[in-house]
């Protein structure tokens, strides 16, 4: 990383999954994992190639520079970042996710790494941040950007697929339309059973790579969603508690001081009821009947 942290315990948090607090004795529980820092450096990410996006190709508009920052910052380059540094051998995982494969999970990796920009950034402020998330992100920025515009759509979500759900993409073609020499493929990409993206195009190899396209930026929707989803519900829980407690009317405290951990965490990964079995992805990745 080239960075020495000031604070050793941001670092230790940045690198500490809720799994492994779950997994600690109770005499032993306290401290946080890093998913708030996964918040905060998720939008430093945002910040910096934003602005390393805007400063570059100024001759873009957008639109243009919005799919690049999309690419950029994907959790298929997060997570491959992460890979070629070997975070996965630093994170604090209970035993439950290391034995079901957590340390080379995408997004375990991906928000790790954001988790690690987030604690540089509050132990030494954003320019530290700034160079950190250049030289990991944006130093290989027109090899990456190169890759997209050579449609290798389908390498990238092997890869994210692999990581994730330990299994492969599928492709089938669902049409053809129109005659022989101007037929026009339409070709759906699914993953345990589930289609997560389609795609057209004018034989069938350029419809599976639309279709990867596609699945990519499902995945990155979800991503989203689950994280308004998930700050929606600790908001209205967290006005339900107060309420209850008769301590603060409703409408006071701002953001951040709900108490606990957090709510304006917005987790990438859905928690479900029964613990360490598989991160968001899971629960929009069951197999349909």
Request: charged letters at 30%.
């Amino acid at each position: 990383m080239h960075y020495k942290f000031r604070n050793p315990d941001l670092a230790r948090q940045a690198l500490t999954h809720r799994s492994y607090l779950h997994s600690l004795p109770d005499k032993d529980k306290g401290g946080e994992s890093n998913e708030r820092m996964e918040f905060l450096g998720d939008s430093v990410v945002g910040l910096v190639v934003n602005e390393f996006l805007y400063r570059k190709f100024t001759s873009l508009r957008e639109g243009e520079l919005t799919k690049m920052k999309s690419l950029l910052v994907s959790r298929v380059i997060l997570s491959r970042t992460a890979k070629l540094m070997g975070l996965g051998d630093y994170i604090l995982l209970s035993d439950a996710e290391t034995g079901s494969g957590g340390r080379d999970r995408a997004s375990i990796l991906a928000d790790t790494l954001e988790g690690v920009i987030g604690a540089v950034y509050l132990d030494g402020g954003l320019e530290p941040a700034r160079r950190l998330t250049e030289r990991l992100l944006l130093r290989q920025v027109h090899e990456i950007l190169s890759d997209a515009n050579l449609a290798n759509y389908k390498s990238m979500l092997q890869e994210y697929v692999q990581g994730e759900f330990k299994t492969h993409p599928q492709y089938r073609i669902s049409s053809e339309l129109g005659p022989d020499h101007e037929k026009v493929f339409t070709v759906e990409v699914v993953v345990n059973q589930k289609v997560l993206g389609r795609g057209h195009g004018s034989n069938k190899k350029e419809a599976e790579q639309e279709a990867a396209r596609d699945a990519l930026l499902h995945f990155e929707k979800i991503v989203r969603n689950d994280r308004q989803e998930h700050r929606r519900r600790r908001r209205r829980g967290g006005r339900g508690r107060r309420s209850r407690g008769g301590g603060r009317g409703h409408g006071q405290g701002g953001p951040g001081q709900h108490g606990g951990r957090g709510p304006d965490r917005e987790p990438r990964e859905r928690r479900e009821p029964d613990g360490d079995k598989s991160p968001w992805a899971a629960s929009h990745l069951q197999s349909e009947p």
